[in-house]
């Protein structure tokens, strides 16, 4: 089985893969990553959304081979020294789940959204998180936790 | 090699839990009435509590221990006092440990719903101990007592007030400790913040400090006098879920997280349709993948591999030849539902029930207007986010299986029969589950698990894939609901007839006063899919028909649709309900338009009562519909946690959209059609409306479960929306399969 090298989360990490295998499944299984969730398996859901240089992608639909050298950011590679960050506090203060299935990825996928625009709008953040699926229904809150760190933005 | 059990239990096992929930709202009812405990008797189940004292005082130390047995051995055995030995019927308890740490036990599980906050927040209230101390185990069959499952709206009102007595009476021999210890007057102790206080002293002393090295032991004799909810100071109050930060670093281990030693991955090979018999097969290129196992018994197959990838491969390299008979597609589904009652009809859900009052003959023929409409609702999928999963391991005879389900103690059965096991070698826990909505019932991915797991002799994970989930799991019933009736001219209810086929008995009373009315569940006896539980059942189904009814003959009798249904409602919850949620709405303010439609449902179910106000935008040229405001009241009596409350009823409007407007399983001849997100649409961020919560906190009232009747709403107030925009009734759920044609 290929042995590839793949950055995540700032460290570097050799993994064997079978040949195809997507990026999701090798965080998971192979490197202990859980954090980052199967949901579809089809890029519908995004409970697998990771940052690979910076932008959200969804790891069940990229071959893990494709992505060597380039750098991966998990859940797990979010906060700093146990500190959170401010959009996992967010969510936190606005408790914005309930079975948290689908909160790893909301969390990926509004980072990247406000990576692009810390200032952005409702409709922009609406229109981004369109591919999230929170089954319990909890958009509203995961809405104003991303809401709360775009204003925090604004104000700082 | 041993026969399995059937892997996929039929229909009627998940029929089954459903009759068993309404069995739960018969011993509800028992505790009202004990003449009518007496007519729906439910035969005691056997509970299994395999932890003895010794072993739970080595499991977590000496302390004490106080236990609630269950509320239907107390009437057969009441006077219980201090004991030494664990009673066999505990339904739940609780440990204090010398380091004031506070352990509860029971067997509900955690899916989202909140409960391990909203249960550990009545404790600390009771037990007047800081949140952090208390921690629960719930759903771990070899240490939680016997529990029927996680359903039904049961787990507030029932687990709830059984946890507040337990945590009572902890409280009282705390402080009947604290006397002993001091010789002082139980008067002038008071327990707060996890001490013992006495108050003509100043001395204080921890619960770690008053059980440190004592094994006590005490189970309930009856109900100690509990603080009213007007007092809470922890419960009632919005205590932040208690394992929160865990969700948003992604530190949670679900199942499908979870890893064992040496673990294998499994993957099934599924039939060619439902019902479908394995012909033949030719597993020799699987078996060649290194390190793989192919496990055939049955009709059972399926392989478990050293990674998922050689799993997903061997699979994929068997052959196998299935024989499927024909089956009932989609477009005979309604029909067919119809035509095959099996001529029994059972009792309906609370508030309701099979039964005839006066007459709807004399009541139709009394009537100024009559009308007859007919009402259908969809197959639809529960689509939990997290699909079934489960992590097998053996240890000689002994299995044990974590997996993700609503009923550990009814999967813990199912593993026993299927292994020919007894039920002490059989241990379910179940990690806090990615959601469930009803549909995690059944342990099909825990025997296929533990299939696999005994045959590789190591432990296996086994995780669902989407389309397995969508074809393989159990789906909300499909109905089809007659319903008749007759208003005076004056707009009062005269009658009142109503047959719903198959799609489930809960919710199928009328709440609005009518004197001659008939009411009536008829199961068909082969339905096309494999059909089970759905947060809150056939209800939706049913609050759909009837307020969708009630608006249609507000309309014939050229009333308001609030003004006519507060004109046929004398319970006062109900038009509270009604009255909150059009007051905030402003209900009346504004006309309705061509493009903007504004609609009222509401009603009352296990024990909540509801009503829902919607308003629509319509994009005439598209002929689409857009819900953009929804207000919806609900009363649930005393709020045990009003944040955690507003997240399930906000959830529980936006998952309803669903199953209003387009969610519908499509199947050909025992095959499911769009068994993936892609073609099953599901509701996202741009469904989403501007949701108001108005709760109605009765703290006078028993705390009721709030998971599921907050659902009901939502689909009939929609579609009185649409029609206040359109003047088009549209009367099948999902409402808009399609853009409506205007």
New interface residues.
């Given amino acids: 089985m290929p042995v590839i090298t793949l950055n995540v989360n700032g460290v570097e990490r050799k993994t064997e893969v ?1 040949p ?2 997507h990026l999701l ?1 090798v965080l ?3 490197l ?11 890029g ?2 995004g ?1 697998c959304t990771v940052l690979l240089r910076g932008k959200s992608i969804r790891s069940c639909r990229v071959p893990a081979e494709s992505v060597t050298g380039s750098k991966i950011v ?3 590679g ?2 700093t020294n146990g500190r ?1 960050h401010p959009l ?2 967010a ?2 203060d606005e ?1 914005a ?8 990825g909301m ?1 990926m996928s509004a980072h990247s959204v406000l990576a692009a625009n810390p200032h952005t709008s409702d409709e922009d ?3 981004y ?15 104003a936790a991303i809401r709360r760190v775009a204003q925090g933005a604004k104000k700082s | 090699m041993k026969e399995l059990a059937p892997l996929r239990p039929a229909e009627n096992e998940v029929r089954e839990n459903t009759l068993r929930e309404s069995d739960l709202r018969k011993n509800d009812l028992r505790e009202n009435d004990l003449q009518e405990a007496e007519q729906h008797a439910v035969a005691p189940l056997r509970p299994f509590f395999e932890v003895n004292r010794r072993d739970l005082f080595k499991l977590l130390g000496a302390g004490l221990v106080v236990g609630i047995c269950d509320r239907s051995a107390f009437a057969q055995e009441s006077g219980r006092g201090r004991g030494e030995t664990i009673p066999q019927d505990l339904a739940a308890w609780l440990h204090i440990g010398g380091d004031s740490k506070i352990t509860v036990f029971t067997g509900k599980v955690e ?4 409960i391990r906050t909203s249960l550990a927040q009545q404790v600390a209230e009771e037990l007047h101990a800081p949140m952090d101390s208390i921690s629960l185990i719930m759903g771990d069959t070899n240490l939680t007592p016997f529990d029927l499952g996680t359903f039904g709206s049961r787990s507030t009102p029932q687990m709830g007030s059984q946890l507040r007595n337990v945590a009572a009476a902890a409280c009282d021999m705390l402080l009947d400790l604290a006397a002993q210890r001091w010789q002082a007057d139980r008067h002038a102790l008071s327990a707060n913040d996890g001490a013992i206080i006495n108050s003509s002293t100043g001395k204080k002393l921890t619960y770690g400090e008053l059980t440190q090295g004592q094994n006590l032991v005490k189970t309930l004799a009856g109900d100690p006098p509990l603080t009213p909810a007007a007092q809470w100071r922890v419960a009632g109050t919005a205590v ?2 208690v394992d ?11 199942t ?2 979870m ?1 064992r030693p040496g673990m294998l ?1 499994g993957a099934v090979l599924r039939p060619s349709a439902f019902n479908a018999k394995l012909l033949s097969l030719d597993s020799k290129q699987a078996e060649k993948v290194p390190n793989v196992i192919v496990v055939h018994d049955g009709d059972f197959v399926g392989v478990a591999a050293p ?4 799993a997903a ?1 061997a699979v994929d390299l068997i052959n196998a030849q299935w024989s499927a008979p024909p089956q009932i597609s989609e477009s005979a589904l309604f029909d067919s539902l119809r035509q095959s009652p099996d001529g029994e009809s059972r009792v309906g859900g609370f508030g309701g029930g099979n039964h005839e009052t006066g007459s709807v003959s004399a009541g139709m023929a009394s009537a100024a207007k009559t009308l007859s409409q007919t009402y259908t609702a969809a197959y639809i999928q529960h ?5 079934r999963a489960a992590v097998a391991e053996w240890e000689e005879n002994k299995l044990t299986v974590w997996t993700g389900t609503q009923r550990p103690f009814g999967v813990r059965e199912e593993l026993s029969a299927a292994f020919h096991l007894p039920l002490d070698q059989v241990r379910v826990i179940v990690p ?4 469930a ?1 009803g549909g995690k019932h059944t342990g099909d991915a825990a025997v296929e698990a533990a299939r696999l797991a005994k045959a590789a002799g190591k432990p296996v994970k086994l ?1 669902w ?2 389309e397995e989930e969508f074809t393989w799991a159990y789906f909300r019933p499909a109905g089809v609901i007659d319903v008749k009736s007759g208003i005076a001219a004056d707009g009062t209810l005269l009658a009142w007839e109503f047959h719903n086929y198959n799609s489930g008995p809960a919710g199928i009373g009328t709440p609005y006063n009518v004197a001659n009315q008939k009411i009536q569940f008829h199961p068909a006896k082969n339905p096309p899919l494999r059909q089970g539980s759905y947060r809150g059942l056939a209800a939706t189904a049913n609050h759909f028909a009837r307020e969708s009814h009630m608006d249609e003959l507000a309309a014939l009798a050229g009333l308001d649709p609030l003004a006519f249904r507060l004109k046929n409602i004398t319970d006062p919850r109900l038009r509270a309900a009604f009255e909150t949620a059009a007051q905030r709405f402003g209900w009346g303010k504004q006309p309705a338009t061509p493009t903007r439609g504004f609609g009222i449902a509401g009603g009352f179910e296990k024990g909540g009562y509801l009503a829902t106000c919607a308003e629509v935008a319509v994009d005439r040229a598209m002929g689409r519909v857009k819900i953009v405001r929804v207000v919806q009241s609900f009363d649930c009596g005393a709020v045990v946690n009003p ?2 409350l507003k ?2 009823i ?6 309803g ?1 669903g199953g209003a407007m387009f969610e519908a399983v499509h199947f050909e001849n025992g095959r499911v059609t769009n068994p ?3 073609e099953y649409r ?5 469904d ?1 409306p ?2 108001e919560v108005e709760l109605i906190d009765r703290k006078d009232l028993p705390s009721a479960g709030a998971g599921e009747t907050p659902l009901m709403g939502l689909a009939p107030a929609v579609a009185g929306a649409i029609f206040s925009a359109t003047g088009i009734r549209l009367r099948s759920l999902p409402l808009l399969p399609k853009p409506l044609k205007l």
């Fill in positions: 079978a195809g295998e499944f998971r299984n192979r202990g990553l859980t954090g980052t969730k199967y949901g579809c398996g089809e519908q859901c409970a998990t859940i797990e979010l906060a959170l996992q506090q969510f936190l408790e789940f309930q079975c948290g299935f689908c909160t790893t969390i953040i609406i229109q998180m369109d591919g999230n699926v929170c089954r319990c229904g909890t958009y509203p809150r995961i809405l | 899916m989202g719903q909140n932040p879920k929160g930060r865990t969700f948003v670093t992604g530190v949670h281990r679900y499908s997280d890893t991955y990674d998922d990838p050689s491969n689509a939990p986010l997290e699909p806090d589950t990615g959601s909505y995780v894939t989407r944040n955690g997240n399930q906000s959830g529980a409007i936006v998952q959209i993936r997100f892609s599901l509701p996202r961020f741009s989403a501007q949701i």
